[in-house]
């Protein structure tokens, strides 16, 4: 519809957004096709005649936006541009004004204040809330096995040294046993011990109770390369060496029954196992001089020496330590 069928007309007086309803009902003018004419988007036109100013963008543009209105439908653009700022000018102050009766409303204190009484009862919820909370706790340590973590090395790793540190985490107040041996946790629930061992593998046990006899265990494997140094003497003597006779030669045999069990050997002063030895297994050992064996229970732990009959290594049913052998 071309802006130039239209005649211009005075306006009544009514709301900027009336008068331009009123003026497009009267020449059926959609809001759409103003939007098309004018260059103009719909929602603008909207809250133009809805009177929603804030979502309006800036006065520059609105004022734009009225004069292409009032040309398109033909009317005078300046009542509609004054009309426009009287509104504006209305509705800044009533928001002034509301603003200033909110900052002016007096403070509403609470009547709720503490008393002796209170203080009484809140110390009453927490001593019951306490309570529950170390019962709960209990409870929890009661039927959990405790917590163990190792931390290094990792099952499976592998070194060229004779020993390795092992570190961990279990619950600060839980006893720990590593290859049997007694192991102390710190107060933070760490523990840390250097390990000796043999060339090849090692197998090594971790176990941690807690005071209701609850236990986690974990074993572990560790490969050590470690070759011990040649003795340049010895090498100077190995033709004398080779010639010492089977005869004066230590031959030991060591298993255990009817359970897995930490066992560590040493030859002639020099370790050659430690980790847990099954019961359908058998290690045998060779010395010039003597053994030394410890075992994590002495009275499952059998030895044979040069062939001669088993015996039992100790009859305690704990840990035994630095058990000696020798050809007498």
């Not at 734009?64 to 800044?92: C, D, M, Q, T, W």
């Not at 790793?157 to 007694?182: F, M, P, R, V």
Request: glycine share 6%.
């Amino acid at each position: 519809m071309a802006r130039n069928e239209f005649t211009k007309k005075s306006i009544g007086t009514l709301t900027l957004g009336e008068k331009l309803q009123k003026i497009r009902g009267e020449k059926r003018i959609s809001i759409a096709d103003v939007s098309k004419n004018t260059q103009i988007q719909a929602k603008y036109l909207e809250y133009l005649e809805n009177g929603n100013y804030d979502d309006l963008p800036a006065d520059v543009y609105v004022k734009g936006f009225l004069k292409s209105y009032a040309n398109y439908l033909g009317v005078e653009e300046r009542p509609l541009l004054k009309l426009y700022e009287r509104e504006k000018n209305i509705i800044k102050n009533l928001n002034h004004k509301e603003i200033k009766e909110d900052a002016m409303t007096p403070l509403k204190f609470s009547s709720w204040m503490i008393t002796p009484k209170l203080i009484f009862i809140c110390l009453i919820i927490l001593l019951i809330s306490a309570g529950f909370f170390y019962l709960y706790n209990e409870a929890n340590i009661f039927i959990s096995t405790p917590r163990l973590i190792i931390l290094e090395p990792k099952d499976g790793a592998e070194t060229d040294d004779a020993s390795i540190k092992l570190s961990g985490l279990t619950e600060k107040d839980a006893g720990l046993w590593i290859n049997g041996q007694a192991t102390i946790v710190g107060s933070d629930g760490k523990f840390e011990e250097n390990l000796n061992l043999h060339e090849g593998t090692n197998t090594v046990n971790v176990k941690a109770s807690n005071r209701f006899g609850k236990e986690t265990s974990k074993t572990i494997s560790i490969k050590s390369n470690y070759k011990v140094a040649e003795n340049p003497d010895e090498n100077q003597n190995s033709q004398d060496t080779n010639n010492i006779s089977e005869e004066n030669k230590i031959k030991m045999e060591i298993y255990v029954n009817p359970n897995p069990i930490w066992l560590s050997v040493e030859a002639d002063g020099n370790l050659v196992y430690s980790g847990i030895l099954s019961p359908n297994s058998t290690q045998t050992f060779e010395a010039k001089k003597d053994f030394k064996v410890s075992s994590g229970k002495g009275n499952n732990t059998f030895v044979k020496i040069n062939g001669k009959d088993k015996e039992v290594l100790n009859d305690s049913d704990g840990v035994v330590k630095d058990i000696i052998f020798n050809a007498e």
